[in-house]
């Protein structure tokens, strides 16, 4: 393997990594979620409102590009 696929593949692996953690927090937010709901009063909808969250947490999602400044921040950069 030369050297600019190396450098390839060890960005790949970064990116899934990347990925990867943000899907792994995004599923511990969920499942903080589903808990507070579950160990509140019982509710009619309860259900429904778990299995929304469990869908939303389970859908792929987009990490935030680093490189990509966003409100306040960008903001005073601009200035």
């Known amino acids: 393997m030369n050297p600019k696929q190396c450098e ?3 960005v790949h692996a970064d990116h899934i990594r990347a990925r990867a953690l943000h899907d792994l927090t995004r599923a511990r937010m969920a499942l903080d979620t589903i808990r507070e709901i579950a160990e509140a009063r019982t ?5 429904q ?5 469990a869908r939303a947490a ?3 999602s987009t990490p935030p590009d ?3 400044v966003q409100g306040e921040e960008h903001d005073r950069e601009s200035r």
């Open 8 to 10: 390839a593949r060890i």
């Open 49 to 53: 409102v778990i299995a929304c969250i």
């Open 43 to 47: 509710r009619a909808d309860a259900l």
């Open 58 to 60: 389970l859908a792929g």
């Open 66 to 68: 680093p490189s990509l």
